[in-house]
């Protein structure tokens, strides 16, 4: 009983892992970018909700959809305003950009009074709902984060394999010269990729947010996302969410079984050991370049 709840909330955390780090996919996969930011987009979503929903007083499944909405929105806006002038610049360039903008938005958030320098609780309808089926004890809020992440997988993966507009992102982050001379709009694509990053950041902090509450600090959760990216391949979306659920399970069994201290570095172990193994990830592809 006790490994199969371990087990249970293994899988819901590295579900949120997942999500973080299919943002970190589908950004770079379209734009060959890494968004250092998404972990900050995730707790902006997450305060954005929040104040629909306790500030606005907004029924929960309205202030999601629209939370989701707005996010949406700002990350095209940061496409178009901060990404799109500084294209063709150095790779570095747009990392330390990125890293810019999580720590503007992570300022921004803590500057505002009352808001940012507290720690909030979302008003969830499953929040704090424990089920009991054959003597187990299961938190609502686990059940929730899991479902939801299968559900949305199945709605990326319809979205890439049956939509005029997936078939061309996919086109688009194989070469986008390619994708631009075939008159699909590379530029409008980046930023829908973009906006849709954001929207997922922002499922997950609304997942998040009844584990750890609503707080300017959340978004560090993005370090974690990272390696569960990298395990998984960092050009693959279902590595990622296979990546997030390794690491997930590997903190929930080192935080039970192992001494203080495990559980914060298993992740980055994990990373060493799999890049060792294979140096693309676990489902990335294997590129040569020819000099």
């Not at 929040?127 to 187990?136: A, E, F, I, Q, Y």
């Not at 059940?143 to 979205?159: N, Q």
């Not at 997922?200 to 997942?207: F, I, M, Y």
């Not at 590997?250 to 140096?279: C, H, M």
């Amino acid at each position: 009983m006790l490994t199969l709840q371990i087990l249970l909330g293994g899988l819901a955390q590295g579900c949120i892992y997942g999500l973080v780090a299919l943002g970190f996919v589908l950004i770079y996969k379209a734009t060959e970018t890494i968004n250092f930011a998404q972990g900050e987009l995730m707790m902006l979503g997450a305060f954005v909700c929040w104040a629909l929903i306790d500030v606005l007083k907004l029924h929960f499944v309205a202030a999601v959809v629209i939370g989701l909405l707005l996010m949406f929105v700002f990350g095209v806006i940061v496409e178009r305003a901060l990404l799109r002038p500084i294209l063709g610049q150095p790779a570095f360039t747009v990392v330390m950009l990125t890293f810019g903008l999580g720590y503007m938005v992570r300022g921004a958030i803590a500057m505002v009074p009352g808001v940012g320098t507290e720690t909030h609780v979302l008003s969830a309808p499953y929040r704090n709902v424990m089920l009991r089926p054959g003597g187990l004890v299961l938190p609502a809020e686990q059940l929730v984060v899991i479902a939801s992440t299968l559900a949305l997988a199945g709605a990326l993966f319809a979205l890439f394999r049956y939509t005029r507009i997936g078939i061309a992102m996919q086109a688009a982050s194989q070469n986008q010269l390619a994708a631009f001379y075939m008159g699909i709009p590379v530029k409008r694509l980046n930023g829908l990729v973009w906006g849709l990053g954001a929207a997922v950041a922002t499922l997950a902090g609304l997942l998040l947010a009844p584990f750890t509450f609503v707080h300017a600090g959340m978004g560090f959760i993005g370090l974690k996302a990272f390696p569960a990216a990298v395990i998984g391949g960092f050009g693959s979306m279902p590595g990622a969410i296979v990546g997030g659920l390794i690491v997930g399970l590997i903190e929930s069994f080192a935080g039970f079984y192992l001494p203080e201290g495990f559980k914060d570095i298993a992740a980055y172990v994990a990373v060493l050991v799999v890049l060792v193994i294979k140096p693309n990830g676990l489902f990335g592809e294997a590129t040569r370049k020819k000099v």
